[in-house]
């Protein structure tokens, strides 16, 4: 099993530019996570899916939509890139009792806007 | 709303030392508390966790962790600590009502001398 997988690892964006981050993962886990990750700040909740066709705004959404492809897939998309968005982006999964689970984690994309 | 101070943002420490990582939290219901760990350059992994039950949690790398209700804490402590324990820790909270969301702190970086 290859658990959470993110694509890309890294990325150079320059401002105003679009991209897609995609996750997936094989655990049939019913719940998905987007973070990021800024130093000093630990990790805030961009975007999250309880389930599969369902999502719901986390901490910090603004700049970011997300699409829930299928229960496998979580996408987070930038539309218009901005300095502020430069960070490390996690994916994770969860499964199980609400709030209770464990909760795994992709290796992370660390984008760069200029 | 639930939230998550960890007061030491870096926790130096020689090697075979003890080591003890703090961690408060405030919520207005029950909580399920966690630790998890992330390796330089690698997503986040669970340590431990509390649910219910025993307020000693054991890892199976040596670290543990009291829930403490009175002082709404979850500290995390090791009584010997080695290289290989460099990392940053977070500590986490959430609750059954949180629909699978839980709430990181800043993190904690503990870095071993030799």
């Known amino acids: 099993n290859a658990g959470v997988t993110q694509t890309p690892k890294f990325q150079v964006l320059k401002t105003g530019q679009s991209m897609t981050l995609q996750c997936a993962q094989d655990?049939?886990?019913?719940?998905m996570y987007w973070y990021r990750q800024d130093p000093g700040m630990g990790l805030r909740l961009i975007y999250y899916?309880?389930?599969?066709?369902?999502?719901d705004k986390g901490e910090v959404p603004n700049g970011y939509n997300v699409s829930r492809l299928n229960k496998r897939e979580f996408s987070l998309r930038l539309e218009s890139a901005a300095p502020s968005q430069t960070s490390v982006y996690f994916c994770?999964?969860?499964?199980?009792?609400?709030?209770?689970?464990?909760?795994?984690f992709g290796p992370g994309t660390r984008l760069t806007v200029l | 709303a639930q939230s998550v101070t960890q007061l030491d943002s870096q926790v130096p420490v020689f090697e075979e030392a003890p080591v003890e990582l703090r961690c408060n939290y405030s919520?207005?219901?029950?909580?399920?508390l966690f630790w998890y760990v992330q390796y330089p350059n690698q997503g986040l992994q669970l340590l431990l966790k509390?649910?219910?039950?025993?307020?000693l949690v054991e890892s199976i790398n040596g670290f543990e962790a009291e829930f403490n209700k009175s002082q709404t804490s979850f500290h995390l402590r090791k009584p010997s600590v080695h290289i290989s324990d460099t990392a940053e820790y977070f500590c986490?909270?959430?609750?059954?009502?949180?629909?699978?969301?839980?709430?990181f702190g800043s993190g904690t970086r503990l870095s071993i001398r030799p």
């Open positions: 994770a999964s969860s499964g199980g009792l609400a709030g209770a689970s464990e909760q795994f």
């Open positions: 655990m049939n886990h019913n719940s």
């Open positions: 899916s309880a389930s599969e066709g369902t999502t």
């Open positions: 919520s207005s219901v029950s909580v399920y």
């Open positions: 509390y649910l219910s039950g025993s307020t």
């Open positions: 986490a909270v959430s609750s059954y009502s949180s629909a699978s969301k839980i709430i």
